[in-house]
């Protein structure tokens, strides 16, 4: 299990890198599939807060209206810091 942690945490770099792109492109399938993917690696390795803050982004996306993108945008905001702060490149996320 500790490998499987280890890649998981060795990939996030890229996958933020991804979820910041793929927002920024209005990709929001893809978004959201890498979205979904991590709200279920995080809570299978321990990592509930991922799980908890991708299931409010997810649940947020599937408003689908213009509106909700100032939301959306806040909690994508807090998962980025989340997932920074688990891979180590920002260890506080302000509250």
């Not at 209005?26 to 599939?33: A, C, L, P, T, Y």
């Not at 709200?39 to 408003?63: C, H, N, V």
Request: proline share 5%; hydrophobic share 35%; net charge negative.
């Amino acid at each position: 299990m500790r490998d499987i942690v280890t890649l998981f945490m060795h990939e996030l770099p890229a996958r933020i890198q991804m979820l910041e792109a793929w927002y920024q492109q209005d990709d929001f399938e893809s978004f959201r599939n890498l979205v979904h993917q991590l709200k279920g690696a995080g809570g299978g390795y321990g990592f509930m807060p991922i799980s908890d803050q991708a299931e409010t982004l997810l649940r947020l996306l599937d408003q689908g209206s213009e509106e909700w993108k100032p939301r959306i945008r806040s909690a994508l905001e807090r998962f980025l810091c989340t997932l920074r702060s688990v891979d180590g490149t920002h260890p506080e996320c302000p509250e």
